[in-house]
């Protein structure tokens, strides 16, 4: 392989190693301006838009011994990674696309698991990294708030048998 194109792969395995998932999307009819816009939306995410050719992103991707991509590999190609919430960069990236219908995603790869675009649609709909945490949080504080009721219900009815028996004795 000529020293140009190594680097160029070098430069995509780089890309690779910033996070445990990659999507690639057609940038086709997408201005300067508009890549900008996605690139910022992205930032907040830790997440990179990186354009690539398809040859140069397939060895890379061989050589990381990723699931084969090569029939999503066609026409314009750019790869996007990074961060370490691939639910939340989904989700920037649908919105974009439904905003601006220009840009799509053709597949993607999630923990060396090949991805179809439903797939990554899907992944975009869940809730974010946060509000999971929120969710599992509230699920392992749950059983040990309902075990504290029962330990205080049985002193709390024998206060009130207590109290309605003095009441009882009191009239």
């Known amino acids: 392989m000529r ?12 890309h ?3 996070s ?14 508009e890549i900008a816009e996605l690139r910022a939306s992205l930032a907040e995410h830790n997440a990179e838009f990186h354009v690539v050719k398809n040859s140069i992103f397939g060895v890379a991707a ?13 026409g314009q190609t750019a790869i996007i990674v990074g961060g370490e919430n691939p639910s939340g960069v989904a989700k ?14 053709k597949a993607g790869i999630l923990n ?21 945490r929120a969710q599992l949080l509230g ?7 309902g075990f504290v009721r029962v330990l205080n219900a049985v002193p709390q009815s024998l206060l009130f048998t207590l109290q309605a028996k003095a009441n009882k004795d009191g009239e």
């Open 139 to 145: 699920l392992l504080t749950q059983p040990a708030t």
């Open 16 to 18: 690779l190693d910033k």
């Open 20 to 33: 445990e998932y990659v999507y690639l999307a057609n940038y086709e009819r997408i201005t300067v301006e």
């Open 62 to 74: 061989a050589a990381k011994a990723l699931p084969d991509l090569s029939e999503h590999l066609t």
């Open 92 to 105: 920037v990236i649908g919105a974009f696309f439904k905003k601006k219908e220009k840009i799509d995603v």
């Open 112 to 132: 060396e698991k090949a991805l179809t675009k439903e797939e990554i649609a899907v992944l975009a709909k869940l809730p974010g990294l946060e509000s999971l």
């Open 3 to 14: 020293p140009e194109k190594q680097y160029l792969v070098e430069e995509v395995n780089q």
